[in-house]
């Protein structure tokens, strides 16, 4: 089983939010997840991301891997904060 950290898209038409969790490779986008580790709102003025940073290093220590957006998103954070 590959574990991946992704996106998870929520919200209306033309009003994405997305939670970023962590969910087996094999579920589809929308589907079932195993943690949710933060949100992002591409629409926010402030950024809109949030995340637990805390959960992102232990899901990345047991070998779930971020997808590039996620990976972004996550390095954007650490120059930031």
Avoid: N
């Avoid at 996106?7 to 949710?36: A, E, M, N, T």
């Amino acid at each position: 089983m590959s574990v991946k950290i992704r996106l998870k898209r929520h919200g209306g038409r033309k009003r994405p939010f997305y939670r970023i969790v962590v969910s087996d490779s094999r579920s589809p986008r929308d589907g079932k997840f195993i943690d949710q580790v933060g949100t992002y709102d591409p629409k926010a003025v402030s950024g809109g991301v949030k995340i637990d940073r805390d959960k992102v290093e232990r899901w990345l220590k047991r070998g779930a891997t971020p997808t590039q957006t996620v990976s972004e998103i996550i390095k954007r954070e650490k120059r930031i904060a």
